[in-house]
């Protein structure tokens, strides 16, 4: 079975989409679209080069889904998804590639994501560190261990995990987790605790837009971050997208999942090559490649 994997922030590179533009009508038509909805040019920033503004978060999440989305419909009869999943922010992707949202219903709820999600930082500052090393149960156990907030949010892959909560609480687990025995506990350069306790009022703030918005039903299953399991259910659907901001992306969990659910290939829909490299670490057996 062919599965189609959409990546999530960090993925984002300058002069993104670029090529869909000049090369076909269809994605010069949604980044127009995208423009008018946004209430910005962002085909400004995507297509220039100044990374360092294509990493603010109003910017990066609406780009990514875009470069995503686009090059799914750009794909054409290359796009036969027998199964989807989207890792953190993809999952928007995945959901208006699989039918659940239109392009228009999917951006806006991004827009609208990554506003509440900023805004939530600006309240309660945190941040994130990539764990290299160790069991997932040795991480959870010093999170839990760990005075503050502090919580594994992202299962990446056997021996990588990210770590989210409240910059202090996010330090001293470092120091545990090193002598733990991490091979590495490095704080990331992002802008917020994501995928922890701290994002309860992006949660609170997007799950009223979430509840108002259509979803339909997928042409395929949809393996969401928060289950691991593939979903057909369009309230099932919303009920974990909204539960994804303050819950753990179970990555590796969902991979492990579609491929005992019959996934034999795996495609990435989007800017980079991130999931292929994690799902190469998760099972070397699996074809995988890009979309692009």
């Known amino acids: 079975m062919r599965a189609y994997v959409f990546p999530g922030q960090g993925s984002q590179f300058p002069g993104m989409g670029k090529n869909f533009f000049e090369s076909s009508t269809l994605a010069k038509e949604r980044f127009i679209q995208a423009n008018e909805i946004l209430g910005f040019d962002i085909t400004k920033t995507m297509f220039g080069d100044d990374s360092e503004a294509l990493k603010e978060t109003r910017v990066t999440q609406p780009a990514i889904f875009l470069h995503s989305t686009i ?21 928007f992707s995945a959901l208006v590639a699989s039918g659940v949202l239109s392009f228009n219903d999917g951006l806006s709820l991004v827009k609208e994501r990554a506003m509440a999600m900023q805004s939530a930082c600006d309240k309660f500052p945190g941040t994130m560190a990539a764990i290299l090393g160790l069991e997932d149960k040795v991480v959870e156990s010093v999170c839990k261990d760990t005075t503050g907030v502090v919580i594994a949010a992202n299962y990446n892959c056997p021996g990588q995990i990210v770590i989210s909560g409240s910059k202090k609480a996010i330090d001293n687990a470092c120091i545990s987790l090193k002598e733990a025995g991490a091979k590495r506990a490095l704080v990331l350069p992002v802008g917020g605790a994501f995928h922890s306790p701290l994002m309860e009022p992006a949660k609170e703030r997007l799950a009223s837009v979430i509840e108002n918005t259509i979803f339909e039903q997928p042409k395929c299953a949809v393996y969401q971050n928060v289950c691991a399991t593939g979903v057909i259910d369009a309230n099932e659907l919303k009920a974990n997208l909204i539960a994804q901001l303050t819950a753990p992306v179970l990555w590796t969990q969902t991979i492990k999942k579609m491929i005992s659910d019959g996934a034999t290939h795996f495609t990435e829909v989007g800017p980079g090559k991130v999931l292929q490299g994690l799902i190469k670490k998760i099972d070397r057996s699996i074809e995988t490649e890009s979309g692009s």
Do not use: D, I, K, T
Not at 71 to 91: I, T, Y
């Open 71 to 91: 090059l799914s419909e750009v794909m054409a009869n290359r796009f036969q998804p027998e199964m989807v999943s989207g890792h953190s922010l993809g999952e």
